[in-house]
Structure formats: structure tokens, C-alpha cells
């Protein structure tokens, strides 16, 4: 069936290198995609968003890479810190049905 | 307020015990929604709310559960005859209109024992 997931469970990088979280999708038809970020015992946080019209998009130390040819979506933080430390998921907008996530991937910033 | 809201943080409750979860979403946001997120996983859709117009429920996994939602106002997720597979955290979300951004509350970490 249609799903949304993502490659690795966990990412471990060092304090001011580059984070790559990556994210596959299956449903072709998909429009819009988020990527949130969840800190422990605390609801997902809003990150970035990126339409199907759009192969990139940046935000700040943030950029989100879309390939639909593949169907897959990138998260791309840069000069990385601690308090980015926390579980990212990629979100389909389902319209009617909220938001499909995946499981979400765990980033660890080593200092 | 200034984001979603839920009430209680914290919820343990026996096995059988029906249990009452409120939401209150941001002011002026016409679309409300509910989640559920096991220990280590992802979030599950339960069922959402738009306006006046009837609820999606598609996304609730028995009839045990049940939402209500006020006008545009408060929301209130039951679950009736808990059962210990209901353990996980219910977030609650709102958005200005339907497939606009979602804002997330808190959530109710709930144990049933």
C-alpha cells in the first residue's frame, strides 16, 4: 500500500558538520510535504514545508530536497548543533486525512 | 491562547476505565485533528474536524473511540473500556483551515495498567 518512511532510524553527526535525514514516499499522486521535528515530550514542531512544484526549498540552516523521479525527500541541516538534536519525521499531507508520517528518524549532535 | 492546549498531561487508568482527553485548539483555527503516537513510532491519524461539517472518523481504530468537537472551540477525545493496547501519546493539532499548516499541542502521555 501507499506509505511514507524514512531510510534510517538514526543519525548520530558532530557538532557543526552537515545532517542529511532522508525520506522515501510511494504515493505518486502526493502534493505537499512537511518535515517536522519532535523534541522529547513535546508535540512535532514545524520545520519546513515544500510543494510538488518545487524540486528545493530553504529555510534558515535548513533545506528540503524533492526528487519526485524517485519519490524521495531530504531534510539537509546545516553546521549542525545540540539543540538540534531530537526525532525528525517527513509528513504527506493527506488533506482528509491529516498528515501520513513516517516513523521518524533519531538525530544525535555529538559535541 | 498563544498554541493548542491538552488536558491532562498525564493520564493512568486501569483496564476497563473509559477515559475523556481535551484539546483546546488556537483561536480562529477552523480545522482540529487528532493523533496517536506509540512508544517510538509515528504519528497515526484518528480522525479530524473542519468547521461545522461532520468529522472524518475514517482514522479511529475501533468503535471505543469517539471525539466531539464544539462549534470551533474545544474538542474531547473518549475512549470507552481502555484497553492496555491504548497506551501511547494522543496529540491534538490545529490549522486555519483544512490542509493549511498544523500547529501541535503537547499531547496526553496515557498508561492504562
Known amino acids: 500500500g501507499e506509505s511514507v518512511g524514512l531510510h534510517l532510524p538514526t543519525l548520530s553527526v558532530q557538532e557543526g558538520d552537515n545532517s542529511i535525514i532522508n525520506c522515501a514516499y510511494s504515493n505518486s499522486a502526493s502534493d505537499y510535504f512537511i518535515w517536522y521535528k519532535q523534541e522529547s515530550g513535546k508535540g512535532p514542531q514545524f520545520i519546513i514545508d515544500i510543494r510538488s512544484n518545487m524540486d528545493k526549498r530553504q529555510g534558515q540552516r535548513v533545506t528540503v530536497l524533492l526528487n519526485k523521479t524517485v519519490k524521495h525527500l531530504s531534510l539537509q541541516i546545516a553546521a549542525t548543533q545540540p539543540g538540534d538534536s531530537a526525532v525528525y519525521f517527513c509528513a504527506e499531507n493527506m488533506v482528509r486525512e491529516g498528515m501520513r508520517f513516517g516513523a521518524g528518524t533519531r538525530l544525535t549532535v555529538k559535541p | 491562547g498563544a498554541g493548542v492546549s491538552q488536558s491532562p498531561s498525564n493520564k493512568v487508568t486501569e483496564k476497563g476505565k473509559d477515559v475523556e482527553l481535551r484539546c483546546d485548539p488556537i483561536?480562529?483555527?477552523?480545522?482540529l485533528y487528532w493523533y496517536r503516537q506509540r512508544l517510538g513510532q509515528g504519528l497515526e491519524f484518528l480522525i479530524y474536524f473542519q468547521g461545522n461539517s461532520a468529522p472524518d472518523k475514517s482514522g479511529l481504530p475501533s468503535d471505543r473511540f469517539s471525539a466531539e468537537r464544539t462549534g470551533e472551540s474545544v474538542s474531547t477525545l473518549t475512549i470507552q473500556r481502555t484497553q492496555q493496547e491504548d497506551s501511547a501519546v494522543y496529540l491534538c493539532?490545529?490549522?486555519?483551515?483544512?490542509?493549511?499548516?498544523?500547529?501541535f499541542g503537547p499531547g496526553t502521555r496515557l498508561t492504562v495498567t
Open positions: 493539532a490545529s490549522s486555519l483551515v483544512l490542509g493549511s499548516e498544523q500547529y
Open positions: 483561536s480562529g483555527h477552523t480545522a
